[in-house]
Each structure stands twice: as C-alpha cells, then as structure tokens.
C-alpha cells in the first residue's frame, strides 16, 4: 500500500510554523543553517506523520482517509533523531502527546516572534528547563513521604519538617524558571496551598500534639492535611499529565482524577 506522503508546501508550512525547531519540549535542537557550501542550506529535521502514512507504520488509524494522512494537521516538525525515536518507541509517544507537543511548540514560536531577541532566549531556555524541572517537583513531592501516608501523618511534627522542606526546594526550583511560565504558575499555586496549611495549623504545637479524634486541635490538623493532599494531589495530577511525568503509587493516591 502507498504511503500518504506529506507534500513539499506541507513539509515547508511545518518547518516554517516550528521556525525549525525540533517540536520535542526535551530536544528543541535547531534543524536547519548553513551548509559548508555556500550555495547550500543544510535541514537535519523532518515532517513527522503523527498518524502514520502507511498501514505497517506507527499510531496507524485506518479510519483516516488518504487525505486526511497527508493533511498538514496530521504532521509535526522534529530533528532526525527525535522523529526515529518516536517511530521506534511509538508506546510511549501517543498521536495525543505528539499533538500536545506541536501545540505547546507553536505556541512558544508564536510567543517568541513577538518579543526581542535577548527576551526570546530567555524564554526559549526557561522552556528547555521546565520538563526536566516539573520532573524534580515531583521527585521533591515523592520524597515527602509524611504528606501522603497515614502512618507519618500521625506525627504532625513531621508533617510540618515535611512541608518546610518542600517549601525551601520550590523556591529553589522556582529560581530557575521565568516568572511568565506556566510550570512557575503551578509553582507558586503549590507554594500558596502550603502558606493555607500553615495558617490554618498555626495556633496549635505540632511537636507535642497527637492522634486523638476528640481533640479539636487534631481535628483541625487533620482536616487542614486533608485539604492539602487534596489540593497538591489536583496540581501535580494537572503537573505530571502537562509534562508526561509518571506518578509513583503513593502520589496516585492523592490525585484524586487519576485512573
Ligand atoms: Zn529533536
């Protein structure tokens, strides 16, 4: 069967809409520039099928017509390598997440052409870092074990080391990202969540007070964890499902839309 090949003014609308970019959010590698020959310009990207072209390919949806696989909307820009490894690892890289991944891109493009040069790097760099940082948020949120199970729960001082800790590494992380972008959004939200649960716990001594139903300080305590599990368990399911980050079994828990 033939393949649904994208045409040359499809594949030139793709590289140009990525400015050349690869697509990727962890790659972003330039893939065009000059040749050693002057008369030449070299590309090392390539318009990506999201569905593939061929029947044998990967994310094949026989549903498609002829066209629809050759329509530009079935298409994204990627560097050579990137492009192989989404064919030869296609579990991991859903037709949506490919989707995802042109829509995010095209976004930052069109972002990036209506600011200045020095304003442009900046954000294209703060963009480069944001997966790999979303990644140590959740690594920060997994080593807080006393937030999410019950037996370290039961320590309320520990809950309260806990989440000073988580505090003091987002404001670290938070340092390294551009104050516009999104991931610092999520980030300053999962700092106020925090700030709520301190005010609300103030009043009583977390280092002397215990589990105790008829308690009315536990009671509180209790319920203002409650509510921050509830509310980090929200953001870092929104968090992980942005950046494709897998959530650990414990993290899963508390999310409360997670399957
Ligand atoms: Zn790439």
Redesign the pocket.
Request: aromatic share 0%.
């Given at each position: 069967m033939a393949r649904d090949e994208f045409s040359a003014a499809t594949k030139r609308t793709l590289a140009a809409r990525a400015a050349h970019f690869?697509s990727?959010p962890y790659?972003r590698?330039l893939t065009a520039g000059p040749s050693s020959d002057e008369n030449r310009s070299l590309v090392t990207g390539h318009a990506a099928h999201i569905h593939a072209a061929s029947p044998a390919g990967p994310r094949f949806d026989s549903s498609q017509t002829a066209d629809e696989r050759a329509h530009i909307s079935n298409g994204l820009w990627?560097?050579r390598?990137?492009g192989d490894i989404i064919d030869k690892d296609d579990s991991s890289h859903s037709a949506a997440l490919l989707r995802q991944w042109k829509t995010d891109h095209e976004a930052l493009i069109s972002e990036v052409r209506t600011r200045g040069y020095s304003e442009s790097l900046a954000l294209l760099q703060s963009r480069q870092v944001e997966p790999m940082i979303a990644k140590r948020v959740i690594a920060a949120l997994e080593d807080r074990r006393a937030l999410w199970q019950t037996f370290d729960a039961e320590f309320p001082d520990r809950v309260r080391q806990s989440l000073d800790q988580l505090r003091s590494r987002l404001v670290d992380l938070r340092s390294e990202l551009d104050e516009r972008s999104p991931l610092d959004q999520i980030l300053l939200a999962l700092t106020k969540t925090i700030h709520i649960f301190f005010n609300a716990v103030e009043a009583s001594d977390l280092t002397t007070l215990r589990c105790n139903s008829s308690d009315p300080e536990w009671r509180s305590f209790s319920d203002a964890l409650a509510t921050l599990r509830k509310s980090v368990g929200l953001q870092i399911f929104n968090l992980a499902n942005a950046y494709n980050v897998k959530l650990s079994d414990d993290l899963k828990s508390i999310s409360p839309l997670s399957t």
């Open positions: 690869c990727n790659c590698k990627l560097c390598e990137c």
